[in-house]
């Protein structure tokens, strides 16, 4: 496999988390009542569109195709969370421990490629913007988790 394909196969992989939390936290915005964790959902999907068309230009300047919709998977999380939060006594609550589950899926997609010493110093500086501001998403969302509980 040539470098160009394998960072593109890579980041492709990344993209498709990316689209998955960005669904993700727009399905959380229909499922809460608060205005607060709204308007915090809204923020991380558009964050996530934000990291999703970063990672296609990186992608197409590598001449490769990018992803164009999120996994399986994510639709399943996604179905998963609107099952639990219909059932839940706690809605809120069990959405965000919902969300902060997926973006420590995220995350260690991310660390995993930036352990990786073979990329571009752009690349790798692009996933390590992407992997704070995914951390510091997960460190918000356990502070709203707690003044819900």
Known sequence: MKFTEDISDKLNELLVKNYDAEKGYLNAVNHVDSD?????????ASERSEFAKELRTEILQYGEIPEDSGSFKGAMHRNWMSLKSTFSTNNEE?????????????????????????????????????????????????VQEELIS
């Open 36 to 44: 607060r964790l709204r308007i915090f959902f809204k923020r991380r």
């Open 94 to 142: 069990t959405i965000l421990e919902e969300a902060i589950r997926g973006e420590e899926a995220s995350l260690e997609v991310y660390n995993d490629l930036i352990k990786e010493r073979n990329l571009p110093p752009s690349i790798d500086a692009l996933l390590l913007r992407h992997k704070n501001a995914i951390q510091g998403a997960i460190n918000s969302e356990k």
